[in-house]
């Protein structure tokens, strides 16, 4: 069955800090791989996607993310955090073969930016 | 303008009663969806619908019934509501697209907080 893990659930860093956040994917094909960021009170928004090619990714806001395939991992960076950056980011991945509809979500990591 | 637009954002309401959440999507997609977010912040999927037909109807209580009345409208119904359906549901759509591709993208609305007391 598939899988998402994100191992950090809470990270706490200061502004202008850099910033990584893990992610692991378990799954015998190929798959697609998602971030999405939720701001408090609000919806699921998303930051990056890879479908294919060039394995490092840039997304919105400053953010990208690098598939490596040999470690199941599609880690999100950002160089410099902002305050604004303090949200929950859930990582995300479906089968390559099938539908949107099979998009499995990671638990989720807190950040918190203090200024 | 809001692409996926649920309503109400939130909702109270007391243990027993029957509620909805209307759910409409502008992006001309074909597929819709409704997810819950628990206390946790743990997302998962409950129905798909394509088109409107339903295609994925994941292990959630038959109280739980949604409707589509045409694709770009997937709304749900509650009955019966219990303190455990305290939850943020997602409303979200995307395209009917070949693997790998835009198809693959899910697009959310901004849930619909329910508070059952």
């Known amino acids: 069955a598939q899988s998402v893990s994100q191992h950090n659930h809470h990270v706490i860093l200061s502004e202008a800090a850099s910033l990584e956040l893990g992610c692991n994917y378990s799954?015998?094909?190929?798959?697609?791989l998602f971030w999405y960021v939720q701001y408090p009170g609000q919806h699921l928004q998303l930051l990056l996607k890879y479908f294919s090619g060039d394995p490092l990714v840039k997304g919105i806001k400053g953010f990208e993310a690098e598939f490596i395939k040999s470690k199941f991992s599609f880690n999100l960076r950002k160089p410099s955090v902002q305050w604004s950056d303090t949200a929950e980011y859930f990582c995300?991945?479906?089968?390559?073969?099938?539908?949107?509809?099979?998009?499995?979500f990671g638990t989720g990591t807190r950040l918190q930016v203090t200024l | 303008d809001t692409a996926v637009s649920q309503t109400p954002k939130y909702l109270v309401t007391q243990m027993g009663n029957d509620k909805s959440i209307k759910c409409e999507q502008n992006l001309g997609h074909d597929t819709m969806y409704w997810y819950k977010q628990d206390s946790k912040k743990f997302l998962k999927i409950m129905f798909s619908y394509n088109n409107k037909e339903l295609i994925i109807n994941e292990t959630v209580p038959n109280r739980f019934s949604p409707k589509s009345p045409d694709k770009a409208h997937l709304n749900l119904h509650i009955n019966s509501l219990e303190l455990g359906d305290s939850a943020v549901y997602f409303c979200a759509s995307s395209k009917r697209g070949a693997p790998g591709t835009e198809g693959n993208t899910i697009y959310f609305g901004e849930g619909s907080w329910l508070t059952v007391v």
């Open positions: 995300a991945a479906s089968p390559r073969a099938g539908t949107a509809s099979k998009l499995t």
């Open positions: 799954y015998g094909g190929t798959v697609n």
